[in-house]
């Protein structure tokens, strides 16, 4: 079972771009097209599955829209931040 996510790694969250609010952090990630974006989720979801834990997401061309929670713990939980840092390294 996953960690509820302490202030010190929704501060990290929010460092880094994600819009953090009681349960839940979103962020909008933009590519230069279709492809890139579409490969970013296969390559995120390779993490996800690993991490058995799977982010909300909503892709439109070249934008991707996540959103991250846990649903065991009610709320944000270290496996958030963990997918979310793996979301960003991605991203470049």
Do not use: C
């Not at 892709?59 to 991250?68: F, Q």
């Amino acid at each position: 079972m996953s960690e509820p996510l302490d202030q010190a790694g929704r501060d990290a969250l929010t460092a880094s771009g994600w819009d953090v609010g009681d349960a839940t952090a979103d962020k909008t990630f933009q590519f230069k097209n279709f492809i890139e974006a579409f490969g970013w989720m296969t390559s995120v979801a390779i993490t996800a599955e690993k991490l058995n834990h799977h982010p909300e997401w909503f892709n439109v061309y070249k934008t991707v829209k996540v959103t991250l929670t846990t649903h065991d713990t009610g709320g944000l939980s270290d496996l958030d931040l963990k997918l979310a840092k793996r979301m960003d390294a991605l991203a470049g």
